[in-house]
């Protein structure tokens, strides 16, 4: 089940070099990515109309892409500009270009219809540009359905099992945590605090807390605006105002999970950790290899999961009390599905 008519981030922007070609696949469709010469993103069908050669093992000069098997050329939005010792391009040669929008050091594609693609509907990152802000960017490919890496997100609760060496702690916590869930048939936003606390390690690295702290963790999506989830995150020294919005005395994290499918059992997992300790302490780095390592072990567990689904793939899940978020997220993405296949039905 793709979702066609949202926002995906395809790559970090400074993955795509001037001069050089970058080939994804994205919704199961071959999708070669490049900047011409003004620095514009293109994003092209990764199929020469003539032989079918990749154009991503092309060459990028100025404003196009010359495919490397007989020199056929496109512009940034997929019209052949030129055959060689031929005057005559015929409309069938061009191939098919794809929106996309560079924003907040990202690129994010659009692989439904044109018509419908807005950039001003696409979510923000501010955190990728404040100064206030230090961040670093992953891409990891991971080995399931995407969906799995949402719900993984949208169910926090186990965050004391497979990030125990990290992030995690007393499972009593998070599971008596004062948790809350608000939908509104687009967008899932689980609330969650976790009051009088003991802080885990990178909570004590990056935040210098000597005793139990009040945490807090909010997790947003709305696949409208960008198959995004954002999880801001935090702690304070207890009763110091973190729950009425006063944060500034201990420490905040933004995770930012880009969730983009490649094929129906594959994802491309990109991902941003932000935090506001500052650069001086070296915090930042330590509490960045933190999260690279929890980031991981939810590569790992999502890849193990796939790997039985696939055994099985018809076997139900078994629903538990803290699937709350889980299924709210994976309703929406049933109706904005749904929604999609009615309006091609309407559209034949």
């Not at 191939?95 to 439904?112: A, C, Q, S, T």
């Not at 696939?310 to 994976?330: E, K, T």
């Amino acid at each position: 089940m793709f979702i066609r008519n949202t926002w995906y981030v395809a790559a970090f922007a400074a993955e795509i070099e001037p001069g050089k070609t970058l080939a994804r696949r994205f919704l199961n469709e071959p999708v070669v990515l490049f900047r011409t010469s003004d620095g514009q993103i293109a994003a092209l069908e990764d199929r020469c109309s003539h032989r079918a050669m990749p154009l991503s093992a092309g060459h990028v000069e100025g404003d196009v892409i010359r495919c490397c098997y007989h020199g056929v050329e496109f512009n940034r939005l997929g019209a052949c500009t030129r055959i060689p010792n031929q005057t005559r391009i015929p409309p069938s040669a061009n191939v098919r270009h794809y929106p996309v929008l560079e924003k907040d050091h990202l690129i994010w594609i659009w692989m439904g219809d044109e018509a419908l693609a807005d950039p001003a509907t696409v979510i923000d990152s501010p955190e990728h540009n404040d100064p206030a802000w230090t961040w670093r960017p992953y891409n990891f490919h991971v080995k399931a359905d995407w969906q799995l890496i949402i719900d993984n997100i949208m169910d926090l609760t186990h965050v004391p099992y497979i990030h125990a060496r990290t992030i995690g702690g007393n499972p009593e916590q998070h599971y008596g945590a004062d948790t809350k869930v608000e939908f509104d048939g687009n967008k899932v936003t689980l609330l969650r605090k976790m009051p009088n606390s003991v802080p885990p390690r990178s909570y004590i690295d990056a935040g210098g807390f000597k005793g139990r702290v009040d945490r807090w963790q909010e997790v947003r999506f709305e696949p409208r605006v960008g198959m995004t989830c954002r999880v801001n995150a935090g702690g304070c020294d207890v009763g110091t105002g973190a729950y009425e919005g006063r944060r500034d005395n201990g420490f905040m994290l933004a995770n930012n999970h880009f969730i983009t499918p490649e094929t129906d059992k594959t994802s491309h997992y990109l991902w941003t950790i932000c935090t506001t300790a500052s650069k001086e302490s070296g915090v930042p780095e330590v509490l960045f290899d933190q999260f690279f390592d929890t980031i991981t072990e939810d590569e790992e567990t999502l890849q193990a999961q796939q790997l039985r689904i696939d055994d099985n793939p018809g076997r139900p899940f078994v629903g538990i009390a803290s699937d709350g978020a889980v299924n709210q997220a994976r309703r929406v993405l049933s109706n904005l599905f749904e929604a999609e296949q009615g309006e091609l039905v309407a559209a034949e």
